[in-house]
């Protein structure tokens, strides 16, 4: 896990995603934080949402723009991890990109 750093919501993580199976997202990669601060800290585990500057636009993956390049929250293939695989922190989202991935994420679960 990152030093004793506690993830907050928003934040995005260079998350290692290995072992996968079937079409899951591979490889480490970052991930959006998008679990509640107060779950981040008192569980070991995070609820994250892959980011990918590849694939199609969806209704479901939100587009951003981090660390200059464009891309993708891909909400369809959200995970909880343990924190251990949690590589570094690599920054935040903007609060846009995290306001539109939990309303997307609410409207996905609320149907």
Known sequence: MVASAV???GDVFLVSLEPTLGTEIRKT??????SPDELNQH???VIVAPMTT???RYPFRV??????????VVLDQ?????SQ????RLGR???TALSSSLRILQEMFAK
């Open 78 to 82: 959200v995970r909880t991890v343990d």
């Open 7 to 9: 993830p907050r919501r």
């Open 85 to 88: 695989r949690l590589v570094r």
């Open 43 to 45: 569980l070991r585990t």
């Open 63 to 72: 587009a951003c723009r981090f660390q200059k390049r464009d891309g993708f």
């Open 93 to 95: 989202v903007s609060s």
């Open 29 to 34: 990669r970052p991930c959006l934080v998008i």
């Open 54 to 56: 590849g694939g199609h």
